[in-house]
């Protein structure tokens, strides 16, 4: 059994007469632990890919399961706690709260779940640690650079230990060599947590850190490459 199971897939966009196909048909398995990289040129379709993996946006024909449950079927109110207990989000833009610490926008991730204070401050310490933000707990983004920034977000995406993480070009705004650190860091989470990591990019050297490769072109998926 795959963990997620993409069959048929299609969502088309409409603006005023015109229709976008932005996904047609596709259809892909991922297993878990899986270090995914969904590629292709602007308007492939990627971040609608994404969007649908993640709940974020509806299917408008085919079904996606995940852990054999079918996502099209869920409410509004369901759809918001399947997200919040096995999905983590990363983005371009990293999407961290200004007025917050690195810590406390870790922190309340795991605020919003049932989980005791102590374990939470334990947990969040224990995570900023690993992504390599030890003593910078206190800084608001603000007072970090890119990267850093970024991996407040991946620490913010593992904390819950999610079975999935998606990512959608979380590399789009740092340097090359910025880029590659967190890449490597992905990748280490990746193996040392079993997390499945789906991310998506137009850069070569995020494509090189894939295990798999999947190639999108105008909303179909054109080659599906496994390496090593
Ligand atoms: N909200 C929307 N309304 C209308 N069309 C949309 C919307 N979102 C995406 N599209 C269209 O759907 C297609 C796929 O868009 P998508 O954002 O998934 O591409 P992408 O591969 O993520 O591109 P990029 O690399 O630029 O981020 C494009 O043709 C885009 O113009
Ligand atoms: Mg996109």
Avoid: W
């Avoid at 007469?17 to 899986?34: M, P």
């Avoid at 200004?98 to 989980?115: G, H, K, Q, R, T």
Wanted: charged content about 25%; glycine content about 8%; some cysteine.
């Amino acid at each position: 059994m795959s963990m997620i199971k993409i069959e048929k897939v299609s969502r088309n966009y409409k603006t005023g007469e015109t229709v976008v196909k932005a996904l047609k048909e596709v259809s892909l398995e991922v297993d878990a632990g899986e270090f995914l990289s969904i590629a292709g040129p602007s308007g492939s379709g990627k971040t609608t890919l994404l969007n649908l993996i993640g709940c974020i946006d509806g299917i408008d024909s085919g079904e996606i399961y995940i852990n054999d449950q079918p996502i099209s079927g869920m409410d509004k109110t369901q759809k918001t706690t399947f997200r919040r207990n096995n999905l983590g989000f990363i983005f371009q833009t990293y999407n961290l709260i200004p007025v917050l610490s690195a810590y406390e926008n870790v922190s309340f991730v795991l605020s919003l779940l049932d989980i005791p204070a102590d374990e939470i401050k334990r947990r969040t310490y224990e995570v900023l640690k690993e992504v390599g933000l030890e003593g910078m707990e206190n800084r608001r983004p603000a007072k970090l650079s890119g990267g850093q920034q970024q991996r407040i977000a991946i620490a913010r995406a593992l904390v819950k230990n999610p079975q999935i993480i998606l990512a959608d070009e979380p590399t789009a705004n740092l340097d090359s060599k910025t880029g590659e650190e967190i890449l490597k860091l992905m990748k280490k989470m990746n193996e040392k947590h079993g997390t499945t990591f789906i991310f998506s990019t137009h850069d070569k050297m995020v494509m090189e850190y894939a295990s798999r490769l999947v190639l999108l072109h105008d909303g179909s998926i054109v080659s599906d490459e496994r390496r090593q």
